[in-house]
Structures are given as structure tokens and as C-alpha cells.
């Protein structure tokens, strides 16, 4: 397997058992519970409102490129100044009721599965920084190709250059708190909308919408609430593992 020192410039994270390895696993949780008090208090939503359009637009784009995986046209990508969103796609045939559940269980994965993939990313100083960016330029170029609302032109942008900028400028402990700040906000994210996953749906711009898992139990079978459980083992299995991988020996 090669030599298992470290050279110039290599990273080897601290292990899950070492005393490192637990203190860094701790600021991971304590950034995970800060952020879910602040999205409680009055005010805290504020501070933490350009990474909640983030995660709308893991969200969006989890629902955009699964469709266009199954051959479907990815149009627009809209994001609303509430957080809400959607994301427009059309299919030339009738899409299958696999692909119609797929689609939407993408939407609700896609936050986490992207927030455990920046956590993954912190495993070496290299990674980090390929890291920032891909993130960097996914979202300047989404905006260019499939962004169509304001609050999205504003606020992706903004993000997607503050990530080249640290990517390329920033120090290595700042890109790496980055990297494991925004995994953090991507993992836990569901908790804003935890209602909405068990949920038959909502009001979106004041038109009824079915909930995601709803266009799941509508394309399978069973209801709602056991494809939001479902959802919701599968996310915290992709969070602990992701924390146990970043930190193996």
C-alpha cells in the first residue's frame, strides 16, 4: 500500500478513537447544534440565511439532476426569498413510477449527500481544496444555466465566489473549518424541514404542493409517512458513516 508517512504538504486526518479525532468530531456536533438553536431563535435565521438557500439549492439540484439521469430536461431552477423553491423539469414520455420516486427522494437526500461529501473532503488539505472548488464553480454555473429568480442570482453567486476565493487564497485551517462548516449545514438541513418530510405536503407562493414524499407514495405505495422514516434512517446512516469514514484510521 506504500509508505505510511506523510509527506510535504500530505494530511492524514486524527483517527475516530484518538483524542483529536474525538475533539474534532465534537466541534462537528457543536456546529450541527448552534446552528439548529439559532434557526430556533428569533433573529438566528438571519445569520444562517445564505446557507439555508444552499441547502434549497442542494435540494433543487438533487431534483434536477436525477431527472436529467433519467433523461428528462432540467429547465429552471427557481428560488424563493422564504427558502422555498422547485425545480423544472419536463420528460418527452410518460416517466415511470421508479423514476417519478427517484426523482423526488433526490431532493431530500441531495442536501446531506453533499454535506457528508464536503465532511469527506476535509480528509486531506488537498482534498479540501478541490473541494471548494467544484462547490465553487457547481454554483456559479447552475446560476448561468439554470437559476431563474432573484434571491438565487444574489445569494449562489456571492457563495460560489467566496468558495474560489478561500479555495485558492484562504488559509488551510479556514478552507478546512469551511468545508466541515458547510458539510455540517448540508447534514442537518433535513431539521428545517423535518414537518415537510412528514408531511402529505404544503403551500408554495400561495398554491397547494405536494410534499416529496408524497410524489414517492404516490409513484409506489405505502404513505407518506413511512417513505419520511425511511428517509430520515437512510440520512442518519449517511451522517455517521461519513463521520466514522473522515475519521478511520
Request: charged share 10%.
Amino acid at each position: 500500500m506504500g509508505s505510511s508517512t506523510n509527506g510535504p504538504g500530505s494530511y492524514r486526518p486524527p483517527s475516530w478513537q484518538s483524542e483529536a479525532g474525538k475533539q474534532e468530531v465534537t466541534l462537528l456536533v457543536g456546529l450541527a447544534f448552534i446552528s439548529i438553536v439559532l434557526w430556533g431563535a428569533p433573529g438566528g435565521g438571519y445569520l444562517l440565511y445564505p446557507f439555508s438557500i444552499l441547502a434549497t439549492w442542494f435540494h433543487e439540484m438533487g431534483h434536477g439532476l436525477m431527472a436529467m439521469s433519467f433523461g428528462n430536461d432540467f429547465e429552471q431552477l427557481v428560488i424563493f426569498p422564504d427558502g422555498s423553491g422547485y425545480a423544472l423539469h419536463y420528460a418527452e414520455a410518460e416517466p415511470s413510477r421508479f423514476s417519478r420516486a427517484m426523482i423526488a427522494a433526490a431532493g431530500l437526500l441531495g442536501p446531506t449527500a453533499a454535506g457528508c461529501a464536503l465532511i469527506l473532503a476535509a480528509r486531506t488539505h488537498r482534498s479540501t481544496q478541490i473541494a471548494l472548488v467544484v462547490l465553487g464553480l457547481a454554483l456559479l454555473l447552475s446560476t448561468l444555466i439554470w437559476v431563474r429568480s432573484l434571491t438565487g442570482w444574489l445569494i449562489l453567486p456571492a457563495l460560489g465566489v467566496t468558495s474560489l476565493v478561500l479555495a485558492f487564497y484562504g488559509r488551510e485551517k479556514y478552507r478546512r473549518f469551511a468545508v466541515q462548516f458547510l458539510g455540517v449545514q448540508g447534514c442537518i438541513s433535513i431539521y428545517r424541514d423535518f414537518g415537510y418530510l412528514f408531511s402529505a405536503g404544503g403551500v408554495m407562493e400561495g398554491r397547494p404542493q405536494a410534499s416529496d414524499t408524497q410524489h414517492i407514495a404516490e409513484a409506489l405505495f405505502l404513505p407518506y409517512w413511512f417513505w419520511g422514516g425511511m428517509i430520515t434512517i437512510i440520512i442518519g446512516a449517511m451522517v455517521i458513516w461519513s463521520l466514522k469514514r473522515v475519521h478511520s484510521a
